[in-house]
């Protein structure tokens, strides 16, 4: 009964190995994982630590546990992986794995090892391997069987196949129930080579799920027997456990039940989202109504400021014809002003002019005086009898008359009709006591046009002094 079907006498298999194991660098690389699983056995006692590896292939293995200080054996049908081993200085043969058990002592050894040759045998054989183990280990020894792992999915429905001296692929549950069932004290499954990224990522691919398993697993079987070693190997299996499917599966589902969630809250916020652009949209049609109101409005205002413009240009057009008649009639005013200063000057520059002289002079010292038409404003029978009661006044008053004929004229002129208007009996008490103020006959068309121009002189004379003063 043999490992494999036949030997590899061209080196296909060895050729095998190197394009898909990978270079016995990082072969060696991987094993490192096993260390705290062995380190336990060593300088126990005065016996040095066994290793028995089967199908030990190119003996990467046994290298590591010889450096460790074990002393190492291997079996093999490959020469051509044998050959490998004799020259890295390893004692190897080639013999049937199943039958090089069977011929070895019970308890003679403290580790048999199988690096993916469960996988390439019948499974009667792993049988019978598994149960041959258990009797050459001793107390506390171990079994330690790596296999591809059929978890992950990549492995189980691809890389797997690659080897076509594979059988099919062994589930962990079932390589630990037969390490149990015949008669192995403690067993572990350790699962190996996994990206160790994957278990701090927080959100999983579904790619990962169905390739992030680890893809190689190994069945950790203890001998009962030894306490100690069963607590260091414990030890050390709690502390290597890989990445199962079923942890991928539980850890995507809770994923899922998260997205779930968020896909319930993020449904919810859409309803809330889609209620409020419908009030948006509500208040976008409100707006546009009252754009729409205001641009109207807009335009009303703007047609009504083209009118009120129209109407400011005519206003400012009759302004301008406004304002250029006014300027044309300064213009006439200051001609006639100019004509009636010349008048003005012919008046100055006349003969009348300069006889009613001494009566402006007398005229400005009655205004010195407060004027005649303060005198006027007292009571007009209050002067009469004065003048009654005092004669030398009434001289004095009579002789100056006298003496001015023309001033005397014009109290005739001005006074007496103002005592007419205020006084009763004015004209009896006058001739009394100013005889030369007697009812005098009209004057005749000459004297009244003389005296007329004589008034306008005197009005023209007074406002041009009251011009120059100003």
Same mark, same amino acid.
């Given at each position: =009964?043999?490992?494999?079907?036949?030997?590899?006498? %061209?080196?296909f298999y060895?050729?095998?190995?190197?394009?898909?194991?990978?270079?016995?660098?990082?072969?060696?690389?991987r094993?490192?994982?096993?260390?705290?699983?062995v380190?336990?056995f060593?300088?126990?006692? #005065? !016996?040095a630590?066994?290793?028995?590896?089967?199908?030990?292939?190119?003996?990467?293995?046994?290298?590591?546990l010889?450096?460790f200080?074990?002393?190492?054996e291997?079996?093999d049908?490959?020469?051509? =992986? /044998?050959?490998?081993?004799?020259?890295?200085?390893?004692s190897?043969?080639?013999?049937?794995a199943?039958?090089?058990?069977? #011929?070895l002592?019970?308890?003679?050894?403290?580790?048999?090892s199988?690096?993916?040759?469960?996988e390439?045998?019948?499974?009667?054989?792993?049988?019978?391997?598994?149960?041959?183990?258990?009797?050459?280990?001793?107390?506390?020894?171990?079994?330690? /069987?790596?296999?591809?792992?059929?978890?992950n999915?990549?492995?189980?429905?691809?890389t797997?196949?690659? %080897?076509?001296?594979?059988?099919?692929? /062994?589930?962990?549950?079932?390589?630990?129930?037969?390490?149990?069932?015949?008669?192995?004290?403690a067993?572990?499954?350790?699962?190996?080579?996994?990206?160790?990224?994957?278990?701090?990522?927080?959100?999983?691919s579904l790619s990962?799920?169905l390739?992030?398993a680890?893809p190689?697993?190994?069945?950790?079987?203890?001998?009962?027997?030894?306490?100690?070693?069963?607590?260091?190997?414990?030890?050390?299996? %709690?502390?290597?456990?890989?990445?199962?499917?079923?942890l /991928?599966? &539980?850890?995507?589902?809770?994923q899922a039940?998260?997205t779930?969630?968020?896909?319930?809250?993020?449904?919810?916020e859409?309803?809330?989202?889609?209620?409020?652009?419908?009030?948006?949209q509500?208040?976008? &049609?409100?707006?546009?109504?009252?754009?729409?109101?205001t641009?109207?409005?807009f335009?009303?205002?703007t047609?009504?400021?083209?009118?009120?413009?129209?109407q400011?240009?005519?206003?400012?057009?009759?302004? +301008?014809?406004? #304002?250029t008649?006014?300027?044309?009639?300064?213009?006439?005013y200051?001609?006639? &002003?100019?004509?009636a200063?010349?008048?003005?000057?012919?008046?100055?520059? #006349?003969?009348?002019?300069?006889?009613?002289?001494?009566?402006?002079?007398?005229?400005?010292r009655v205004?010195?005086l407060?004027?005649?038409n303060?005198?006027?404003e007292?009571?007009?029978?209050?002067?009469?009898?004065?003048?009654?009661?005092?004669?030398?006044?009434r001289?004095?008053?009579?002789?100056?008359?006298?003496?001015?004929?023309?001033?005397?004229r014009l109290? !005739? !002129?001005?006074?007496?009709?103002v005592?007419?208007? +205020?006084?009763t009996?004015?004209?009896?008490?006058?001739?009394?006591?100013?005889?030369m103020?007697g009812?005098?006959?009209?004057?005749?068309?000459?004297?009244?046009?003389?005296?007329?121009?004589?008034?306008?002189?005197l009005e023209?004379?007074?406002?041009?002094?009251?011009?120059t !003063?100003?």
């Amino acid at each position: =009964m043999t490992t494999r079907d036949s030997g590899d006498p %061209d080196g296909f298999y060895r050729a095998f190995e190197e394009r898909f194991r990978g270079p016995q660098s990082l072969v060696r690389e991987r094993l490192e994982q096993y260390r705290p699983f062995v380190e336990p056995f060593l300088g126990r006692d #005065s !016996r040095a630590a066994r290793l028995t590896d089967l199908g030990c292939g190119r003996g990467e293995w046994m290298c590591m546990l010889r450096d460790f200080g074990f002393e190492v054996e291997g079996v093999d049908l490959d020469e051509g =992986m /044998l050959s490998a081993c004799r020259e890295a200085g390893l004692s190897v043969c080639n013999v049937d794995a199943l039958e090089h058990l069977r #011929s070895l002592p019970a308890q003679s050894r403290t580790i048999i090892s199988g690096f993916h040759i469960a996988e390439h045998l019948p499974f009667s054989v792993l049988r019978a391997l598994v149960e041959e183990a258990l009797r050459v280990l001793a107390p506390g020894g171990l079994l330690i /069987l790596e296999t591809p792992n059929p978890e992950n999915f990549s492995v189980s429905t691809l890389t797997f196949h690659l %080897d076509p001296t594979h059988r099919k692929p /062994l589930p962990p549950g079932l390589l630990q129930f037969l390490a149990e069932y015949s008669g192995f004290g403690a067993s572990h499954i350790i699962r190996l080579n996994h990206d160790s990224s994957l278990p701090a990522k927080r959100t999983l691919s579904l790619s990962d799920v169905l390739q992030g398993a680890s893809p190689d697993y190994a069945l950790v079987a203890q001998k009962a027997g030894a306490e100690e070693l069963e607590a260091a190997v414990s030890a050390a299996a %709690d502390g290597a456990q890989g990445i199962s499917a079923h942890l /991928l599966l &539980g850890q995507f589902n809770q994923q899922a039940v998260g997205t779930e969630t968020r896909f319930e809250r993020i449904t919810q916020e859409l309803a809330v989202a889609l209620g409020q652009v419908a009030e948006h949209q509500h208040q976008i &049609g409100q707006f546009e109504k009252h754009v729409t109101g205001t641009e109207a409005r807009f335009e009303r205002i703007t047609q009504e400021l083209a009118i009120a413009l129209g109407q400011v240009s005519e206003n400012q057009r009759r302004i +301008q014809e406004v #304002s250029t008649a006014y300027e044309h009639r300064l213009f006439e005013y200051w001609q006639e &002003g100019v004509a009636a200063r010349e008048q003005l000057a012919a008046i100055y520059s #006349s003969r009348s002019w300069r006889i009613t002289r001494p009566v402006r002079l007398l005229s400005s010292r009655v205004r010195q005086l407060k004027g005649i038409n303060r005198i006027l404003e007292l009571p007009s029978e209050i002067i009469i009898r004065t003048l009654e009661r005092n004669p030398g006044m009434r001289r004095w008053g009579v002789a100056t008359l006298r003496k001015a004929p023309l001033l005397n004229r014009l109290v !005739r !002129r001005i006074i007496v009709p103002v005592l007419a208007q +205020q006084v009763t009996g004015w004209k009896e008490a006058v001739d009394q006591n100013f005889p030369m103020f007697g009812f005098q006959p009209e004057h005749s068309e000459r004297t009244a046009q003389v005296l007329a121009m004589f008034k306008v002189a005197l009005e023209q004379r007074g406002a041009h002094t009251d011009e120059t !003063r100003t």
